[in-house]
Structures are given as C-alpha cells and as structure tokens.
C-alpha cells in the first residue's frame, strides 16, 4: 500500500492531524527563515582613568565616544560602556569590576590604567597583581580581555621604567588577552597634541588614541 493510499485509510482525525502537522512545520520552517533570531551586540566594557573618562574634553569628544561611533560605521554591533574614572589607579579599578562585571555582562573587557600608579610612585609588583586579578576576573566572566599599556617618563628610571612597562604585555599574556603596549604611542611627545597639563591628550589628538586601540580591539570583536 503507497503512503497515499495509506492517507485516505486512515480516519478523519487522523487525516486532520497529518494536515496540521505539516502545516505547523511548513510555517515554521518560513518563520526560521523570515525571522532569523539576531545576534545579541557585543558588549565592550571600558575600565580607565582620565585617559579614557575624557579629562578636559566636551561630551562626546574622548577616544571611547568615537569607538562607539566607528562601531555604528563599520556596522559592527557592539555598545560601548565607559567606567572611567579620572584619578582611578588599578586598586579602584579592581575594587570596581566586580560588581561592573555582574551589572554590564560584558563580552569584552579593555583594562586602560596603570599611570596613576606610576605618576603615584607605586610598586609596579603591586600595580601588577591588581591588573592580573582584573584580568583574571573578567576572563572568568566569559569576558575576553584587552590589556591598554602606559609608560613611565624616564626620570622614574631605568628599572622602575621597564619593569613599569613590560607588566601590561605580561598581564596580556597570563590570561590569553589583547595587548595595546602604549596608549601615547602615536602622539608620543609632541606636546602639541596635549592639554595645558602635558599629561592629558587634547581632542584633536583622541582619534589617534582609537587608531591605537582599534587594531588589537576589532580583533577581539571576531
């Protein structure tokens, strides 16, 4: 007996509800199709001081107001969340994350301090430890990890300079993160490109803080 034969054998109801059946699965399948579900956006959590809070700056102006204008360009679906402190130091940046963590949920996590510990004098050994353990803590969120590095001016010297520097690459390292080795790289000492202060970057310079993140963040987003 073919299975059309078999159809018209069977009861009313049960011919009712093989009809029903294929029809559920036939909606369904142009459902998946029509509506495909949508990628939830990254979520890209922005952990800094003055550097990254916009010091000095008019609203929108800062490096992380224009990644999140990149982002929408380059049509990549991210939202940005910027918990910036100016004056931070990586003991208020590890006391934070915690709870930054649970609130935001982010998918990425960009861990830009450290100068104020070194403007401060601070251990490096002791600086370090706290940008391990944050690290660490967002890598064990499900979070991934970019590790932003700053240097020492030279007068600090030699020894407190260099291990001041390398700890941002070892950090990166430990937990499988990104790793931008300096912030200022672009603009460096051209004191033009900096505040009144000469610490802090003016706006014209902040595009050129984003070109040296980007490389090592879009790689991240992927």
């Known amino acids: ?8 054998f069977q009861s009313p109801v049960q011919r009712a509800l093989r009809r029903l059946a294929a029809w559920l699965l036939a909606t369904l399948a142009v459902l998946a199709t029509a509506n495909p579900v949508a ?14 809070a916009g010091y000095g700056l008019s609203a929108g102006e800062g490096w992380v107001d224009l990644l ?12 940005v969340i910027n918990a910036s402190i100016s004056g931070d130091t990586t003991a208020g940046g590890l ?10 949920k982010p998918t990425l996590v960009v861990i830009e301090l450290g100068g104020n510990d070194g403007l401060r004098g601070s251990p490096v050994a002791a600086a370090k430890a706290n940008l391990l353990k944050m690290a660490e803590l967002a890598k ?21 300079t260099t291990q001041f520097e390398a700890m941002y690459a070892e950090v990166a390292k430990a937990v499988g993160g990104g790793l931008v080795p300096f912030f200022l790289d672009r603009i460096g000492t ?3 490109k900096f505040q009144a202060d000469k610490i802090h970057p003016t706006a014209a310079a902040q595009p050129e803080l984003l070109d040296t993140v980007w490389p090592a963040l879009a790689k991240l987003l992927k």
């Not at 979520?43 to 550097?51: A, N």
């Not at 006391?95 to 935001?104: E, F, G, S």
Request: net charge positive.
């Open 1 to 8: 007996m073919t299975e059309q034969m078999a159809f018209w």
């Open 39 to 52: 990628a939830k956006p990254a979520q890209i959590l922005v952990v800094g001081d003055s550097l990254s």
């Open 68 to 79: 999140t204008k990149k982002l929408a360009r380059e049509k990549i679906a991210a939202q």
């Open 95 to 104: 006391a934070r994350l915690p709870a930054l963590l649970v609130k935001h």
């Open 140 to 160: 064990a969120s499900g979070a991934k990890v970019l590790v932003v590095g700053m240097r020492m001016p030279p007068n600090f010297g030699p020894s407190y």
């Open 190 to 192: 051209d004191l033009s």
